[in-house]
């Protein structure tokens, strides 16, 4: 397992390195110009713009800032932000439990949800319960995060008043209503997963024999069917997990929550290259994270994966 673990880290590690690059090429892509962001249009000098470009080594070649900014991340310093005039660090760090929790809420309400739902769909397979269960994970399928979020707002918070419309920081319920809406297309998703997969299992031959001995019903389903069932769900969840930052941007914007996706949107209209460059290897480093976790977990279910 230890050499498992390693041969995963080293994989991470480089993917990172391919991921930095890519980042950091595609925000200089973009026809802004930082410091035309930092002054704000107003009427400054030439020699006050080449300070503002030699401190934040804008005067020099492409390659030359990209071995700046990563040897600052061995370092620990993401950087200084042209906007806030902060480190990047600092401003992640304020913000970061706000994204963090979003995400953990979600898709544990998701999984609590999901699961049950996948699996009473594949039991009941074909009648009018697995009919109305397929027809609402798959409207929640096609519906983009960002509209399920304001007709969650609308009806719930405008029209109901039953939550709040804005996410002010007082307490679990301004979340709940970000958590559901960045949850149901992971739970509509993991559902049909689930769904599939333990329609397969009911229908393997183990099955069959463990149902012809005598063993419960519930006991073979959730015992037998489900814990086999449960590698291709696994593999969903922590893409759907992974999807969620990015979703959350989306979430964040809709309840005007002050995460690290509110962050990256004032930092890409701000021509902030620290701040979305920080931002958005971090949301890949949390994303290869889960999928190390889940390299694991597969690890420990199917120990011939080990041997790949």
Not at 67 to 76: A, D, H, L, P, S
Not at 248 to 260: C, K, N, T
Request: proline share 4%.
């Amino acid at each position: 397992m230890g050499k498992f673990i390693l041969k995963r880290l080293g994989q991470m590690v480089l993917v990172l390195l391919a991921v930095s690059v890519i980042i950091f090429a595609l925000v200089r892509i973009t026809p802004s110009d930082p410091v035309a962001s930092m002054t704000q249009g107003k009427s400054v000098s030439e020699e006050t713009k080449q300070e503002l470009r030699e401190h934040y080594h804008l005067d020099k070649s492409a390659p030359e800032q990209y071995i700046i900014w990563v040897t600052g991340i061995f370092k620990g310093d993401l950087g200084e932000s042209y906007q806030y005039k902060q480190s990047v660090g600092f401003l992640i760090g304020e913000r970061i439990g706000t994204t963090m929790t979003l995400v953990l809420l979600s898709g544990v309400l998701a999984i609590l949800i999901a699961i049950p739902v996948g699996v009473i769909s594949a039991v009941k397979m074909n009648t009018w319960i697995d009919k109305l269960l397929s027809v609402i994970t798959l409207i929640f399928v096609a519906s983009p995060v960002f509209l399920t979020a304001l007709v969650l707002m609308l009806v719930f918070a405008l029209k109901l008043r039953w939550f709040p419309a804005i996410y002010q920081g007082n307490g679990l319920k301004e979340m709940i209503l970000p958590a559901i809406a960045l949850a149901m297309n992971m739970v509509a998703l993991t559902s049909r997963i689930t769904r599939t997969s333990m329609i397969e299992q009911l229908n393997a031959d183990y099955i069959r024999t463990a149902t012809a001995k005598g063993i419960p019903r519930r006991r073979v389903i959730i015992t037998y069917a489900l814990k086999n069932a449960m590698i291709p769900i696994i593999t969903v969840t922590s893409v759907q997990v992974g999807s969620m930052l990015v979703g959350a941007v989306l979430v964040e914007s809709v309840f005007a929550m002050a995460g690290l996706g509110d962050l990256l949107i004032k930092g890409i209209k701000a021509a902030d290259y620290p701040v979305v460059q920080g931002v958005t290897l971090l949301m890949v480093f949390v994303f290869l994270c889960i999928n190390l976790v889940v390299d694991i977990l597969y690890a420990v279910l199917d120990p011939r994966i080990r041997m790949k």
